[in-house]
């Protein structure tokens, strides 16, 4: 019963938390980027993981964050009982679910260093 409350109590937790973070969050913050040096940027969030030169001689910024993390699950089943997998005794077993988050950010400027557009990908493109 303990670890149900812990599971419970855990996930309340982590949905608190994760309510703060929001991707309109997101999407305002890197708008407002747009006419700016991108060496403000960088200064502001840190060097790229990456860049390239398009052909029109513009220039892309790649930033990429991805997270792997477990969060403990209840299980039900016989299979868990009697000390199964995890030595829980009775019908309940305790299990994890794998989580990745993942973003990309893509920054392109200008010759002259000047943002004129960007674009995400991931299932976890949030700022607060």
């Known amino acids: 019963m303990k670890y149900i409350l812990r599971f419970i109590f855990g996930s309340m ?6 309510g703060c ?18 060496s403000e940027l960088i200064h502001q969030i ?9 052909p ?6 790649i930033y990429e964050r991805s997270r792997i993390y477990s969060l403990p699950s209840p299980v039900m089943g016989i299979g868990y009982g009697f000390g199964g997998f995890y030595g829980n005794y009775g019908l309940f077993g305790y299990g994890s679910d794998i ?14 260093g000047i ?3 960007w674009a995400s990908r991931g299932n976890h493109c949030v700022s607060n």
């Open 99 to 112: 989580v990745q988050e993942s973003c990309k950010l893509f920054i392109e400027t200008t010759k002259k």
């Open 13 to 18: 937790l982590f949905l608190l938390i994760q």
């Open 56 to 61: 029109n001689k513009n220039r892309v910024y």
């Open 21 to 38: 973070a929001t991707h309109s969050k997101f999407v305002q913050k890197y708008n407002a980027w747009v006419g700016h040096n991108i």
């Open 115 to 117: 943002i004129t557009k």
């Open 46 to 54: 840190g060097y790229p993981d990456d860049t390239f030169t398009l």
